[in-house]
Nanobody, 123 residues
Framework: QVQLVESGGGSVQAGGSLKLSCAAS????????RGWYRQAPGKERELVSS???????TYAESTKGRFTISQDNAKNTLYLQMNNMKTEDTAVYYC?????????????????WGQGTQVTVSS
């Protein structure tokens, strides 16, 4: 059974830092692309950061220079280090991966999702 379990969310003052963790079980995070999404109340879910299958990374424009995505392969855990946080970063953050299909392919239109963790940044 594939599970993505997130932790590290909470409340922080603007300018502070948080580090989110996503522990995967029953699935290798390296199998397909993976990353972090967030959703604020009344807003669409948006991609924050990702690691592609080839190891390259992406960041939402609003997070560049502040957020860093990384992975511990031995622990099969994905991280999102968030520094210099802003009130606009307030959202529920979700860990997600694309789903494997056949050998050497992934279903880019379907994902495994974590349960989400709340991040609140106050001024």
């Amino acid at each position: 059974q594939v599970q993505l379990v997130e932790s590290g969310g909470g409340s922080v003052q603007a300018g502070g830092s948080l580090k989110l963790s996503c522990a995967a079980s029953g699935y290798s995070l390296s199998r397909c692309g993976r990353g972090w999404y967030r959703q604020a109340p009344g807003k669409e879910r948006e991609l924050v950061s990702s690691i592609r299958r080839d190891g390259t990374t992406t960041y939402a424009e609003s997070t560049k220079g502040r957020f860093t995505i990384s992975q511990d392969n031995a622990k099969n855990t994905l991280y999102l280090q968030m520094n210099n946080m802003k009130t606009e970063d307030t959202a529920v953050y979700y860990c997600a991966t694309d789903r494997p299909a056949i050998v050497n392919t992934c279903r880019l239109s379907a994902r495994y999702w974590g349960q989400g963790t709340q991040v609140t940044v106050s001024s």
